[in-house]
């Protein structure tokens, strides 16, 4: 058995867990950072790196012990390096370095968007490549080929605004804080959807791509008219989102080649309207529809573990440098807007 550390910091968790390459998370912590940031309604980077600094080293001595484990017993050492808050990535990368330097470990870089791309296998061992992934979160919002361990063909971004992002923006409109996206889901199950006309961006668009700026716009015009209950704006909002994503991902079914299942994963794939929509598609293409359980969804340490467990073998120089972007498909076109949070 081999084992696996890994280091999360991109963005406002603090996280770390031990996976073994059986595919067993011997222990895992995260410390969120929900508190420190709600009343700015959005993450602040400057005080994100600071809780990092903080809370790392603490986090993963406790992991370790929770595993009944020390850094001698650990194979390799991985870490998010990139594409995130650069403060944040830099705290957990320079950190998996000392503990690589110290232990004489080999260091493992780890992309966090193959980190989500790769989860769906960690929870599940007979999901083979190549398979089609939808990857919503916080600053994306992809359809890409995976086709294998570094191997990524991007089939559409978004031109403006991540899925995640217009769950929490309109989250902000309907005051209902941060983060936003459970609590969108929790009040559109009180809502209903149609009745509340919103648009579809780009919705039968020969184009590949999404977009949710016009949808975010008309949710922001909808609250502002005051004639519509919050429950129906929010029920509206997260059925246009999911009509756009199926539609989009129908469209990158007949683009993609032959897949082995329909997977979905990122912090929006914790939501059960669009895990059951993208199952129901999955199903009436034939193909297997894989989702990653709800944390494990959301950004985690276990899921760095596991893209390091699937990169053993493979190490990165101590130098290696924390990458503000980092695209997973290095030889997609860059479309206009896409966001830099992972
Ligand atoms: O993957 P993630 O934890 O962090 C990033 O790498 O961005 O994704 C966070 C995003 C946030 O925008 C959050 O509102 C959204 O995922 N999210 C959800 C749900 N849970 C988290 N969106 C809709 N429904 C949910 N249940
Ligand atoms: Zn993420």
Redesign the pocket.
Known sequence: MRVVLGIES??D?TAAALVTDGRAILAQRIASQDEAHRPYGGVVPEIAARAHVERLTPLIAATLADAGMALADIDAIAATAGPGLIGGVMVGLVTAKALAMAGDKPLIAIN?LEG?ALSPRLADATLAFPYLLLLV????CQLLAVEGVGRYRRLATTIDD?L??A??KT?KILGLGY????A??RLAGQGNAGAVPLPRPLLGSAEPHFSFAGLKSAVLRARQAGSHADADIAAAFQQAAIDCIIDRTRRAIAAAGPVSALVVA???A??KA?RAALEVLAAGHGLRFAAPPPEL???NAAMIAWAGVERLGRSDPLDFAARPRWPLDAAAEPVRGAGV??
Do not use: L, Y
């Open positions: 991109s963005c968790e966090h989500h979160s916080g600053g994306h991540a995640g992002e769950f929490d989250a983060p936003g996206g459970p969108v889901e990122g912090g929006v914790a939501n669009v969804c959301t950004d949070k992972a």
